[in-house]
């Protein structure tokens, strides 16, 4: 039987994947809060892949945490390999002859998982290099305040890391897509889209570490876990 540390991490990578499936999956469908407007755009409009996404930055932090680099590397290779997997099954479930007695048409299918599949590209090549932005500045301010601050490890890593991820997404994206007004949003509106989502993600960074605390306390006092060391990357099965 696998001892609390692997059994852990393996509960943890699944959580990861399924919030970072469920973020791409819905992520066309944006929303808003009625504060104003700048040009088409509601003043702050993103999409609904905030509502899982958010998740990735709590147990990213928690994973680098005790299983160190590694751990957090191979739960990033992990997540992108199911989300390219997933690309592909959505993609073959797009091309597939359409039958008269589906209840779903073709067009709505395609008018959703279409716009889906161009999200997958932007959202994976800005989740992966912002993750790698992230565990990398995980370890330097680890190592740099000798494992005290957990709160500027966590929101300084991620106040770096979601700046990449939203600029990215953003641009591959919306670019040149016409919205539902027929036209693709301009420069000014693909700032301001990526600027709210940054200020979103970070607001929701910060709300988040309490948790990254108590998560922390738990791990540590109910399950028995040591964080890794501060300069040594420990595997998700070493136990120490």
């Not at 970072?20 to 702050?44: I, N, Q, R, Y």
């Not at 395609?110 to 800005?126: K, Q």
């Not at 994206?173 to 509106?189: C, K, R």
């Not at 979103?200 to 738990?218: D, H, M, N, Q, S």
Request: aromatic share 10%.
């Amino acid at each position: 039987m696998p001892d609390n540390r692997a059994r852990l991490y393996t509960i943890l990578t699944a959580v990861f994947v399924t919030c970072l499936l469920v973020a791409d999956l819905t992520g066309s469908k944006f929303f808003f809060v009625p504060l104003g407007h700048v040009g088409s755009w509601e003043l702050l409009t993103h999409s609904v892949g905030q509502f899982a996404f958010p998740v990735t930055f709590l147990l990213t932090d928690l994973v680098n945490e005790f299983y160190g680099r590694r751990g957090a590397r191979q739960l990033t290779w992990t997540a992108l390999g199911c989300s390219g997997l997933a690309f592909l099954l959505v993609l073959a479930a797009r091309l597939a002859p359409v039958s008269p007695q589906s209840p779903v048409p073709q067009e709505a299918f395609e008018a959703v998982f279409g716009m889906s599949n161009r999200l997958y590209v932007a959202s994976l090549l800005a989740f992966l290099v912002g993750q790698m932005a992230d565990i990398w500045l995980f370890g330097v301010l680890k190592r740099a305040t000798r494992g005290r601050m957990v709160w500027l490890r966590a929101t300084g890593s991620t106040v770096v890391s979601q700046a990449v991820d939203s600029v990215l997404v953003t641009w591959i994206l919306l670019a040149g897509v016409p919205n539902q007004t027929g036209a693709p949003p301009s420069t000014t509106e693909l700032v301001h889209i990526a600027g709210t989502g940054y200020a979103l993600k970070f607001a929701l960074a910060l709300a988040l570490t309490p948790l990254i605390y108590l998560g922390r306390w738990w791990m540590r006092e109910k399950l028995g876990l040591q964080p890794a060391l501060a300069d040594e990357p420990s595997s998700a099965a070493t136990v120490r």
